[in-house]
């Protein structure tokens, strides 16, 4: 049995169409869950998963989504990763499968992944700039690359609705691990294009581990 005849033995039509309602443009769901697919891809990178991924295909959501995984899991070194992560990056045509495709690093990978996104912030693929946003507030929103943070979120220009939807997020998780600074930022001259600066400021409002007190003083802001 082909990898492929694996996947739709375990399609579910009825999870498919709850997906493809979450995905709109994805148009090549096949319907497995995604439990499934980490446990295929935990699998494969127990193996050779060199070999799989060099031959793997790319027609369907999942087969892209099983890439993914299989990528995040192997076993290699952090060049070499990165090395996959940068072929992989054209596959991305999604929320879901780049938001799943960003984890959380090794020590001995933030540096060169911190070097690796820098110019994904000003690329005209709406998708590499969402991956650099979300890694960017999975593994960089601390002390040592706050200041560094914000300034590359400022500074994306991309008008796609999930590139500027993952600024807005990240500039959420910032205020909500480092309020002051990140208050004064979006209150000082701050450089988001004004529908980015309202969503990140709706993201803030909406989130569980804002304080109420807080969240009055984040509705005061104004665009200037």
Known sequence: MTLRERLE???????????????PGVDDLIGVRLPLLRRMAREIARGDWRAYLAEAGSGSFEERML?????????CNAEERLRYVGRFL??????SLCDS??????????EPMRRFIAPLFGSEREFEVRFAAVTTLV????KEHLDE???????VRHEGYYARMGVAWAVSVCFTHFPERTRAWLADDC????????RALRKIAESDR???????GIRTLKRH
């Open 191 to 198: 450089p988001l294009d004004a529908w980015t600066f309202a």
């Open 9 to 23: 033995a375990l399609a579910e039509p009825g999870y498919r169409a709850f997906a493809a309602s979450l995905l």
């Open 139 to 142: 593994d960089f929103v601390d």
């Open 210 to 216: 804002v304080s109420a007190e807080l969240k009055r």
């Open 101 to 110: 495709f960003c984890s959380r690093l090794r020590p001995e990978e933030r």
């Open 90 to 95: 054209p596959l991305i045509d999604n929320w």
């Open 149 to 155: 943070t914000l300034r590359r979120l400022g500074s």
């Open 67 to 75: 890439q993914g995984m299989v990528i995040r899991y192997a076993r």
